[in-house]
């Protein structure tokens, strides 16, 4: 299948076969850099080798020519504060023009956007991200307690942390659930209070340790009645 083939090419190129000294030269000098070249050449020769016919010599230099591209222009526009969105951009980028080979080969059809198992499960887990989120911050707003005083916890948190752990958590739960794994959802509770509950016994606060267990049982149950609905 050459879609697998040019992803373990574009595997064994981008990450494997390109050291850091690498990245770093082609972030300093970008176009000037000559481990852009090389890491182009890599790849197109990864491609063929992968690829194993000579008849389709066309498909390597076509992702080698892409691969320059994208990478050209994520040297150019990126900065520091871009840095993380360029790589997502960049790794999509690619994958797509390797789905759009595969695609042009006729590997795969588009026949699974009308099946209705695959269409709600893809429902069922986009509601459990952002719009959960929203769902049980509007349920909680009313008992959220107070940012200050003397006993709430003083710790650094992450950016957003607790919205993406909620959301991880709920598509985790929902995938055990899924494949008739619910044993996973009692270790995603235990290993949840292990690392959650440790701060707040020593917060000694107990509005805010009822806030966050309301939270996460909310969290926790959404996800377990969306697989079952499902199911």
Not at 50 to 73: R, S, Y
Not at 216 to 223: C, D, E, P, R, W
């Amino acid at each position: 299948m050459i879609f697998i083939k040019l992803i373990l090419a574009h595997l064994l190129g981008d990450f494997i076969l390109q050291p850091n000294s690498w990245v770093a030269d082609k972030e300093n000098y970008k176009l000037k850099s000559k481990f852009l070249y090389l890491h182009v050449l890599i790849h197109t020769a990864l491609s063929l080798i992968f690829l194993w016919d000579l008849k389709l010599w066309w498909v390597a230099a076509l992702v080698g020519i892409t691969h320059f591209i994208i990478d050209a222009a994520k040297l150019t526009f990126q900065n520091v504060k871009t840095k993380k969105r360029w790589f997502f951009i960049d790794q999509l980028l690619h994958v797509l023009v390797i789905a759009g080979v595969s695609l042009y080969f006729q590997e795969f059809s588009f026949e699974f956007l009308q099946n209705q198992e695959f269409l709600k499960l893809i429902m069922a887990a986009l509601f459990l991200t952002t719009p959960a989120s929203i769902f049980i911050r509007i349920l909680l707003s009313s008992w959220t307690p107070a940012p200050d005083g003397p006993n709430t916890i003083q710790t650094e948190s992450l950016s957003s942390a607790g919205k993406y752990i909620g959301i991880l958590e709920r598509l985790l739960v929902f995938t055990f659930i899924m494949v008739n794994h619910w044993e996973g959802v009692g270790f995603m509770v235990a290993a949840k209070s292990v690392f959650r509950f440790s701060d707040l016994a020593q917060a000694k606060q107990r509005k805010l340790t009822e806030y966050v267990l309301i939270g996460t049982l909310l969290s926790f149950g959404l996800a377990v009645l969306t697989g079952i609905i499902i199911k």
